[in-house]
């Protein structure tokens, strides 16, 4: 049986005191969940289901929605890279091709050492400095294929 760590159960309680409701944070939650567990397993969606008086269908059917949200394993550095129109014609198709040519896996992959998959997504927020991707919590602007060789070799050390 999974459950938050310590540091997870503290975070929980303090995303709770943010709103009225518990059942009102669940997104919030399961964000925090995937930091903890690394995606929305069928028995991560459990655990929160139990936690937040949710059945864990509508647990699955809220991580289902956002593409944020991990369905499946994902690497330690999951890579989402913006496709949308201003990343598009910035040039992020280059890009993409060196985060293929740099990790070897298709998008969705994960790595043979964990370390790493990726995936595209629609518009970051950040089209004046596009081409975007984030990586966790950071965001990449102003990418290039150098740039993003760059980046990958220092998450690969990290
Ligand atoms: S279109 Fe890529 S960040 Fe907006």
């Not at 269908?57 to 690497?75: E, I, N, Q, R």
């Not at 913006?82 to 198709?93: A, H, T």
């Not at 991707?133 to 050390?157: C, F, H, S």
Request: glycine content about 6%; charged content about 25%; overall charge neutral.
């Amino acid at each position: 049986m999974i459950e938050f760590s310590e540091e997870g159960k503290r975070r929980y309680q303090t995303i709770l005191s943010h709103y009225p409701d518990k059942r009102a944070a669940l997104l919030p939650v399961l964000t925090l969940a995937q930091r903890e567990f690394g995606w929305i397993s069928q028995e991560v969606a459990e655990y929160i289901g139990k936690l937040m008086s949710y059945p864990p269908s509508d647990v699955l059917s809220v991580a289902t929605f956002y593409t944020m949200l991990h369905k499946k394993p994902a690497g330690k550095h999951h890579i989402d890279i913006c496709k949308n129109v201003s990343c598009w014609l910035m040039g992020v198709y280059p890009c993409i091709d060196e985060i293929k040519r740099q990790l070897g896996v298709e998008k969705r992959e994960v790595t043979a050492d964990g370390k790493f998959s990726w995936d595209v997504t629609e518009c970051l927020g950040s089209c004046g400095t596009a081409p975007a991707m984030q990586v966790g919590d950071r965001y990449y602007e102003n990418l290039t294929p150098a740039r993003v060789a760059e980046i990958i070799e220092k998450l690969r050390n990290d």
